[in-house]
């Protein structure tokens, strides 16, 4: 049994460029078909939402409100290589930190304030932000999921046998994000596997290793909230006092206790596409069963009655 | 598209070779026969085109959850799941009550083990990988309502086949099929004692079988299913007993009719209480509660109320008894098997649109309910500076669709 | 750069995640701009308005860096009393020839120098000053006169200042549809961001290069840079981003048409045919500066062109190179094929009836070849122009009616060869072959090698003098594998260079020698393949190495990865500041050094000035950092080089909606037309006909003429079908619907693409009137698993005098709602296109330099 992992992802929309690496890079290493070729109109998004055979996928919002510090002056010695510290294989030292650690001081930015007319400007904003499995600390798909097929690997992610899963689709209505989905010419039921595959062979996963601006940043849980944590207080010295983390944590996020794919965004969490206080069904079930209980009494009860109640029928043995 | 550029391209979605390219990646193994995933959605572009402004933030009004993939065969389940499970409960109140070996009895236990093959058949087949039904029965796993309606069904199908015995031995000892209600030649002792206590054993696992796929809908990220979750099963375990008595209603047996009769107009009654529960219920949130009053899932459920009533009115008619029953029975049976269709449709355009998801969430009925988080609703949600944590905003935000 | 070079772009976002300010300039919002701090959304074709505005303020507010604007530049040098300005002539420099439709340059020269030798420009197509067509060698630099003080009336920054004084922000406003606190603020940060302890870059592509003035739009960042002490400086400079992985590498080693490797000039025709060589190197060879070294490496070429063959006796065979008598740039083949003018026609790795300009008309052209080879990846659609085309599916041109015989070679990828990119900071970077190429599936390199062994055997026998070039040529590498692939590395030793007694690698271009003792390809490569280590293959990460990184891969010219950066210390040698410390003279060791192989003659003092008489390298002084350069200084004012002027005029597109609001003359006075009947212009501006702007641009998603991206599922289905970006206001002012569909239309052709309504195409408001800009991404024709029309369908044939490089940046069409494209093309159907003709006409050029209709094509 290898020691257990508790792996994920933190992708920092703030970061994100849109370029959709992350998108082809996982249909390419999971070989996935495509979902059809469709014109949405929908900004630069042809793929709409996260589906059975769209393990990753790029939302481009496009609002006319500015990015709120987008102009302003930097801090930057405190941004430095950390905060971009690249994807970090299991344990391993990051492979190709850019510019890594080993900045001298000289060689590191101090800000240049730019003019008040900053602000003003930029009347428009286009937001982006690479969507995948959370991973929940508490799966509604994995709860629900009738055949044991889901299941939770020793990198505490959320795993779909396919070669167990029978396509009941249960687990399709029990997501609260909608990531899982079932292809109907396939019949099972399918999402991001957190590159399973990948993690058992020491490596970082496709999307993550294909991010050319670490918007998107694997490694251990815990290191990745310290650094999202940092990169939050950065952000908003720097004026974006919009960004917070979406599902870093029990605290934040109760209804799954927590995200093991966690976002920095900078709208509400609507803007995006995801729910603002997603919750796994399962957690409301009790009283449900409770209520059915009830129910079926009061019915026995009925048919107890109408079977007792005076009758003109004369049993006759 | 260009003929020769079209019999270039292959059909796997991948563009890989196997000559060239190995496919052995995880999902190397999923079948795509064609573009189109699921039919029975919109495409994200006819939603997109259809997203109106005014109806707040959401991403190009796309849906935030993945539609129920179910298609007919689900309701269709849940009626003759709820027909058969009650049919038990009520075939083994009656025998408890002394009834034992009557004409009603039979049929309601006929029923009970017709309705579990149907029922196992039309679950079966509606799996993505039919094959694979037996995988349901790898683990017992309480928290998935599936899980549990799985096991419940397949004791039932036992309990219920077991409880016909005496009857298909009589066919098998030269009665014929046709005359399988009519037999009147005795079973050994033992074996009718074997299947009086199946009668049992059917009614027990009857009363969860009417109940439970209320239950399985509620625990569903589904909005309002989800929001219904206190009504839901109540109301199925009605409905199913409703449609219980119906079908004796239109099928009545010699002896007992009065008495099938009587429980299906309880139910009734106890069923218009729970459809008005159901509603009160889900009109917390007026978004949640939208595609039980509109749209097409709207017009099924309101049709099937409306029928559930006429059956009830139709009691008092000045027309002969039998006219009557059969009327009310029919009305009855076709608007508890409506009201599933409808339930499931309704969950379906719940799951479509976005804002029912966040209207819901927002007014703190997410994880809200169930977590201690302070006391106005929905606090600890991410909240921007100019959005409330209930989500009304002072400054404009997020995307225009 | 987010949206074209996403990978590139990640030191971007570190930089910006450094404290630097990113400001992007473009026509429409896109995935840079919104990361950028500040997006100047100006209007498509104004950008040497917009840069001439910032060089303005630079002067006028007093902000550039005195120190090396002084003594790094040639701005203290004094022009011939001879030169006019377009201050004196509205929009014109002294020496145009109304005729001939060009400059000639005697009035641009220096005082008291004859001719100048630029380090770079295609100058010998066009026999231009420095050439050496006329007389030898350029002017002795050591006469020149300078006046340190910068205030003589004539000295290269008066002339400057007077030159860019109508650039007021003002009028940047107008011209370019910015409010002026956008364009100030721009102008305040790049101020404050540069001097002795901050520099700026700038990063540039095609949206700067393909416009009839696009070398002049690079010349004022140039002077903007200089004035601002940007260059050869850490953290400076101006980056060409490249659009494919190695096109920096086809321009040092060419697959252009008037160069030789290294930036050589192609012989021309007028060298007489005995003593060829020896007035070649007289011509083009410059008495001052680097390129008085030239002999060594043309004579190296040859011995690697013609090995054993090239003695001293025969000229090392330098009569059998090519030479060129006139400009064979893409478009001029093109039209001269659509004329009948051309046999053959090598298509590889190219796309052009989708990429280039004006498809219908390359499409015309191929249809008169007798034969075409497409080596590429699959069928595309300049494979198939005879099959799917719109004038076929009209029935204009019939099938049968062709007679091109088309040859098809399938491409092996980069992943199934050997081989190296040059990318935009000239870094070589190895590929290793990671999988056999498939069936059929060849490698570039054998093919041509194949080729030339193929054409060498047809050919032994031959007693044709103009055969001897095949038969002498070196052409023997060693193959290995089931392929019979050539072996790479060889390639790359001989264009590194060896000794050709032993075969010793050479270590640098220091080595070569102009007495047939050496060999080497490419002379900018020289010491690629130093010590026989594959050097370009070498893969030291960042973590282990400092910050400048020289152990990855290899640059040139000698792994310098900053050029000129003894710029990057002041002229005593000592770095301008400790933040920007990078090369600096040691006093110790009497040498330069510094973190970066310095790019100067390495024990030549500060304090060094040429003697009396000083030749060659001897009269690089120790403060003249541009040592390519005949006066080592960085050039604000072009004495020679370009075609179009010594500094950089604002001239509208070819095809604009508004007026020129600086000069009379309209357009780039020196551009190239093709005035045919089937390349119709529209009018010079206002043209009633096509109100709006269209600029065209590329995806992430897609890469370039679709070859690579538009048959492959996983990239296609991100962006799967052509469309065309339209700001709201557009779409209402012609009923577009965000989705449906839409027809743009010019004099040259229509397409049909999907309207895609979005804020992040802005009006603008230019000259008191309301301008929209139509955004059309190139990449789509009509083959593949996504199929569209192909934008540049709707691009005419016009072309920049210097580099011949096509306008489809900046051009006039019309829009409207629905699917109304016939597929007509000018080429097929001109007549009914350009109807109905405009009633006035409108002129490009000063009406006194209007002639009449020249034999094309024909300069402007």
Request: contains cysteine; hydrophobic residues 40%; proline residues 7%.
């Amino acid at each position: 049994m290898p020691e257990l992992r508790q792996m994920g992802f933190f992708t920092d929309t703030t970061l994100c460029i849109g370029c959709k690496a992350c998108e082809v890079a996982c249909k390419q290493w999971n070989q996935l078909p495509d979902d059809g070729f469709s014109f949405t109109g929908m900004s630069y998004d042809n793929t709409g939402h996260l589906g059975a055979s769209t393990w990753r996928h790029v939302a481009f919002v496009e609002r006319e409100t500015p990015l709120p510090g987008q102009g302003s002056p930097r801090d930057g010695a405190q941004a430095g290589a950390g905060a971009f510290a690249e994807l970090r294989p299991l344990g391993q030292p990051p492979p190709t930190s850019l510019l890594g650690g080993n900045i001298a001081p000289s060689h590191i930015e101090s800000p240049v304030p730019l003019g008040p007319t900053a602000r003003a400007l930029s009347k428009f904003s286009w937001l982006m932000m690479s969507d995948v499995c959370k991973h929940c600390e508490r799966a509604g798909c994995l709860e629900a999921c009738p055949t044991g097929a889901i299941m939770r690997t020793e990198f505490g992610s959320v795993y779909v046998q396919p070669d167990v899963c029978n396509g009941c689709g249960y687990c399709v209505s029990a997501c609260p994000f909608g990531v899982i989905d079932r292809r109907e010419d396939d019949g099972r039921a399918w999402k991001c596997t957190l590159c399973y595959d990948r993690l058992k062979g020491g490596m970082v996963p496709a999307c993550a290793q294909a991010c050319p601006t670490a918007s998107i940043q694997f490694g251990e849980i815990d290191d990745l909230r310290a650094r999202a944590a940092e990169r939050v207080t950065q952000l908003r010295s720097r004026g974006v006092e919009d960004a917070y983390l979406y599902g870093e944590s029990a605290a934040s996020q109760p209804g799954t206790e927590g995200l093991h794919a966690f976002f920095l965004l900078a709208d509400k969490p609507e803007t995006y596409n995801l729910p603002p206080d997603p919750v796994v069904p399962t957690t409301k079930i009790v009283k449900s069963w409770g209520a059915m209980a009830a129910g079926v009494l009061s019915l026995a009860a009925l048919a107890l009655a109408a079977a007792a109640a005076p009758s003109r029928t004369r049993w006759t043995l | 598209m260009d003929p020769l550029n079209q019999a270039e391209a292959r059909h796997d979605g991948r563009n890989i070779d196997p000559d060239i390219g190995l496919l052995a990646a995880e999902g190397s193994t999923q079948k795509a026969r064609d573009a189109t995933v699921h039919p029975a959605r919109a495409t994200y572009e006819e939603i997109a085109a259809a997203a109106r402004e005014e109806e707040g933030t959401s991403y190009y009004g796309l849906p935030v959850l993945c539609e129920p993939v179910w298609n007919w065969m689900i309701p269709a389940y849940f009626f003759t799941g709820g027909l058969a499970g009650a049919c038990a409960v009520l075939g083994g109140a009656v025998q408890a009550m002394g009834g034992r070996g009557t004409d009603l009895v039979r049929r309601c236990r006929l029923v009970a083990a017709g309705g579990s093959i149907v029922s196992a058949g039309l679950l079966i087949a509606d799996l993505g990988r039919p094959s694979r039904f037996v995988n349901m029965l790898r683990v017992f796993r309480p928290s998935s309502p599936m899980n549990m309606g799985t096991w419940v069904l397949s004791g039932f199908g036992a309990c219920s086949a077991a409880s016909i015995l005496p009857e298909v031995l009589a066919v098998r000892r030269g009665g014929r099929a046709g005359r399988l209600l009519a037999t009147r030649r005795r079973s050994p002792r033992w074996i009718a004692l074997a299947a009086d206590r199946a009668g049992y054993g059917a009614a027990a696992f009857g009363l969860p079988l009417v109940g439970y796929t209320g239950v399985l809908l509620a625990n569903t990220a589904v909005p309002v299913w989800q929001q219904t979750r206190h009504t839901l099963p109540v109301l199925f375990a009605f409905s199913g007993a409703v449609s219980a008595g119906a079908l004796f209603d239109v099928w009545p047996p010699r002896r007992g009719s009065g008495i099938a009769h009587r429980f299906g107009l309880l139910a009734r009654g106890a069923e218009v209480a729970a459809s008005a529960a159901l509603d009160r219920e889900a009109s917390t949130v007026p978004r949640v509660a939208r595609p039980l009053r509109h749209g097409v899932s709207g017009a099924m459920l309101n049709t099937a109320r409306a029928m559930l009533v006429g059956s009830l009115l139709s009691e008092i008619l000045p027309l002969p008894r039998r006219a009557k029953r059969i009327a009310s029975g029919t009305l009855a049976l076709v608007g508890t098997a409506l009201l599933r269709f409808g339930i499931v449709q309704a969950g379906r355009a719940s799951a479509r649109d976005p804002h029912a998801t966040f209207e819901m969430q927002r007014a703190g009925r997410g994880a809200g309910e169930v977590v201690r988080r302070g006391d106005e609703p929905g606090a600890g949600m991410p909240a921007l500076h100019g959005v409330g944590a209930t989500g009304e905003e002072s400054v404009q935000h997020g995307a225009t669709p | 750069m987010a949206e074209c070079h996403p990978v590139g772009f990640r030191w971007v976002m570190e930089a910006k995640n450094r404290g630097a300010t990113i400001i992007h300039v473009d026509p429409r919002f896109t995935r840079t701009s919104a990361v950028a701090d500040l997006h100047v959304p100006l209007r498509a074709g104004s950008d040497i308005a917009f840069l001439g505005g910032l060089v303005r303020y630079v002067i006028e507010n007093d902000r550039w860096f005195h120190d090396y604007v002084v003594n790094y530049t040639n701005a203290a040098t004094i022009i011939d009393e001879s030169f006019r300005d377009t201050e004196d002539l509205e929009g014109l420099f002294s020496g145009f020839d109304t005729e001939k439709g060009k400059y000639s340059w005697e009035t641009w020269s220096y005082e008291g120098v004859s001719g100048i030798v630029p380090a770079a420009g295609h100058k010998h197509v066009y026999g231009e000053k420095g050439s050496g067509m006329s007389e030898p060698g350029g002017g002795d630099m050591t006469q020149r006169h300078t006046d340190p003080t910068l205030q003589h009336p004539r000295c290269v920054f008066q002339l400057l200042k007077r030159h860019f004084s109508r650039y007021t922000p003002e009028m940047v406003s107008e011209l370019c549809g910015i409010p002026q606190d956008l364009f100030l603020q721009v102008a305040e940060t790049l101020c404050r961001n540069s001097g002795r302890d901050r520099t700026g870059a700038f990063c540039y592509a095609v949206g700067w290069t393909q416009h009839t003035v696009g070398v002049q739009y690079i010349r004022t960042a140039a002077i903007l840079q200089l004035l601002l002490g940007n260059m050869g400086r850490p953290g400076g400079g101006i980056m060409a981003l490249r659009g494919h992985t190695s096109i920096q590498g086809s321009t040092d080693i060419p697959t252009l048409f008037d160069l030789l490797p290294g930036y050589l000039p192609m012989p021309h025709a007028s060298l007489p045919d005995e003593g060829a060589l020896k007035e070649y190197i007289e011509r083009n060879g410059s008495p001052t500066g680097w390129w008085s070294e030239m002999h060594k490496y043309i004579v190296s070429l040859c011995k690697a062109y013609f090995g054993a063959a090239a003695t001293r006796e025969n000229d090392y065979l330098f009569d059998l190179m090519p030479r060129i008598s006139a400009g064979l740039s893409h478009m001029a083949t093109v039209a001269k094929m659509a004329d009948g003018g051309v046999k053959g026609y090598f298509v590889m790795g190219e796309n052009p009836t989708v990429g280039s300009m004006h498809g219908a008309l390359h499409r015309a052209g191929m249809r008169k070849l007798d034969w075409l080879v497409v080596r590429d990846f699959t069928l595309i659609e300049t494979a198939e122009f005879w099959r799917v085309a719109p004038e076929i599916t009209r029935g204009e041109v019939k099938t049968e009616d062709i007679q091109t015989e088309v040859f098809f070679f399938p491409a092996a990828t980069h992943t199934e060869k050997d081989g190296s990119f040059t990318n935009t900071q000239r870094l070589l970077q190895w590929h290793h072959k990671a999988v056999e190429p498939p069936e059929d599936c060849r490698s570039d390199l054998q093919f041509t090698y194949d080729l030339g062994r193929r054409l060498q055997k047809l050919y032994e026998g031959s007693r044709e003098e103009r055969d001897r070039a095949i038969q002498a040529l070196n052409w023997d590498y060693p193959v290995h594998g089931p392929l019979r692939e050539p072996d790479a590395e060889a390639v790359l030793k001989e264009i590194s260079g060896y000794t050709v007694a032993d075969g010793r690698p050479v270590s640098g271009f220091g080595e070569l020698k102009d007495d047939g003792t050496t060999a080497s390809g490419c002379w900018i490569y020289s010491g690629c393949y130093a010590n026989g280590v594959n050097q370009p293959a070498r893969r030291k990460p960042t973590t282990e190495q400092h910050w400048v990184a020289p152990e990855w891969g290899w640059s040139w010219p000698s792994n310098r990865r900053i050029l000129y950066n003894r710029a990057s210390a002041d002229p005593d040698g000592r770095p301008w500041s400790e933040r920007k410390r990078y090369v600096w003279w040691d006093e110790e060791k009497k040498r330069w050094t510094g973190y970066d192989v310095p790019d100067f003659i390495v024990d030549r003092p500060p304090s060094y000035r040429p003697p009396e008489n000083a030749q060659g390298i001897a009269t690089i002084a120790g403060n003249d950092p541009f040592i390519m350069q005949a006066d080592g200084k960085g050039w604000l004012f072009a004495p020679s080089g370009l075609l179009d002027g010594p500094f950089p005029t604002h001239y509208e597109p070819q095809e604009s909606v508004v007026e020129n609001a600086l000069y009379s003359q309209q357009c780039n006075p020196a551009r190239i037309e093709w005035r045919r009947r089937d390349n119709p212009y529209h009018l010079a501006f206002g043209d009633p006909r096509f109100p709006y702007v269209v600029t065209t641009y590329r995806l992430t998603e897609h890469h370039t003429a679709g070859g690579m991206s538009r048959w492959l599922s996983w990239l296609a289905e991100l962006q799967p079908a052509m469309f065309c970006e339209v700001s709201p206001e557009l779409a209402a002012e012609k009923g577009l619907e965000n989705g449906k569909w839409a027809t743009i239309s010019t004099a040259r052709g229509e397409i049909e693409a999907r309207v895609l309504v979005t804020r992040r195409m802005k009006p603008l408001r230019v000259r008191g009137r309301m301008v929209h800009t139509i955004g059309l991404p190139y990449h789509f024709s009509y083959l593949g698993r996504v199929t569209g029309d192909p934008a540049n369908e709707l691009i005419s044939f016009v072309a920049d005098p210097n580099v011949a490089i096509q306008e489809s940046k900046a051009l006039t069409a019309n829009i409207r709602a629905g699917r109304h494209s016939f597929g007509r093309r000018s080429v097929t159907d001109g007549i009914e296109l350009r109807l109905p003709q405009p009633q006035r006409d409108v002129p490009r050029d000063l009406p006194r330099i209007r002639t009449r209709e020249p034999a094309e094509p024909r300069r402007r």
